[in-house]
């Protein structure tokens, strides 16, 4: 790395590594899942970083979303820390924040109930009133008009066709992958790495989904991202098994290879090859932020296991609302 990029990440990566020696520790996990109640759950986070967030919250849903708006205040000042080189990354890394905005006003416009502000997350780009005004749309065909002149004008060629909200999500999905890999192409490599080891878990995820629910080949193909390390070959070798539990056996071999190597039963064979590959991540982000202890690496390795953290509060907390025994939340958590 050049003597002035170093320079450059030299005070964020100060800050951002302060950050990170107060995330949750394996010991307040374990107290969190034993513990007796969601009330007492949030007592146990009073003393952490989570204090504010979460003060004088006593409701599931509201402990919930509390919590995504803590992750994503996080980001945003990850990325208002980060030198200029990384900053545009992340500005559309936080771009999924708007897209899960645009797909809560499509399935208040499909379903006919619900309250945008109620449920947004607070990520205001210039198009967050565009995206309320869409909510309030009487149907999906004019949803997509009110996008037209936006980058989100492609879901009018959708709906058009089918007023599929699963169709729309998937290529909002898509679209954002592919906007966030075209903008690292020419980033350190580093960077490359760690948004494409993301996408070779979606695309894994995928073919995983399309064994489970028989879809055929050439339907599936147009699902799959551009691959990152996984070859396609790989990937369609494993759209071609005939059951989920041989389906993983293509990943050995590869950096998934822990999943080739795993128990499976076919009734929770999705469940837990998501949690393998979640934790896969979070071994990756470890690795990265000690690897790369002068460059993006401290920022990009903190922001993803800031974000598997949150992911494990929430589960606990959803878990503990549905009244799930303590181990069974254990097996669940990244």
């Known amino acids: 790395m050049k003597i002035a990029q ?21 010991s307040e996990i374990q107290n969190l899942v034993q513990s007796d109640s969601i009330s007492e759950a949030v007592g146990i986070l009073d003393s952490t970083v989570y204090r504010n967030s979460l003060y004088g919250k006593t409701k599931y849903k509201e402990i919930d979303k509390a919590l995504s ?11 208002r820390y980060s030198p200029e080189p990384l900053q545009d990354v992340l500005d559309i890394y936080l771009k999924r924040w708007e897209i899960q905005n645009l797909k809560l006003a499509l399935r208040i416009v499909k379903s006919k109930r619900g309250s945008f502000r109620d449920k947004a997350f607070p990520y205001e780009t210039g198009l967050f009133e565009t995206i309320e005004n869409i909510s309030k749309s009487e149907d999906l065909t004019e949803a997509s008009k009110v996008l037209e002149e936006t980058e989100y004008g492609f879901l009018e060629a959708v709906f058009e066709k089918k007023t599929d909200l699963t169709q729309a999500e998937i290529k909002l999905d898509q679209y954002y992958y592919k906007k966030l890999m075209k903008k ?32 055929e080949e050439e ?15 790989k990937l369609e070798e494993i759209i071609n098994t005939e059951d989920l539990k041989s389906a993983v ?19 929770n064979t999705m469940t ?27 920022i990009l390795g903190f922001l993803m ?22 181990e069974k939340i254990q097996e669940r958590l990244i």
């Open 249 to 267: 056996a293509p990943l050995e071999g590869t950096m998934f290879h822990e999943l080739a190597n795993m128990e499976l039963e076919d009734h």
């Open 69 to 79: 708006k803590h992750l994503l205040e996080v980001e945003k000042e990850g990325r």
């Open 6 to 26: 170093t320079l450059s990440y030299g005070f964020s990566n100060s800050v951002i590594k302060a950050k990170k020696r107060k995330l949750l520790s394996d």
């Open 219 to 233: 339907k599936i193909n147009k699902y799959i991202l551009p691959p990152y390390k996984l070859e396609i070959e």
């Open 184 to 215: 690292i192409e020419k980033k350190p490599k580093i960077i490359q790495q760690f948004f494409g080891i993301q996408i070779d878990k979606i695309n894994i995820e995928t073919t995983l989904r399309a064994v489970k629910e028989q879809i």
């Open 272 to 298: 837990k090859t998501n949690i393998q590959l979640q934790r896969k991540i979070k071994e990756l982000s470890k690795k990265i932020y000690r690897i790369e202890s002068l460059g993006p690496g401290v």
């Open 305 to 326: 296991l800031k974000r598997l953290e949150i992911q494990n509060l929430r589960k606990i907390f959803s878990y503990k609302n549905a009244g799930w025994p303590n």
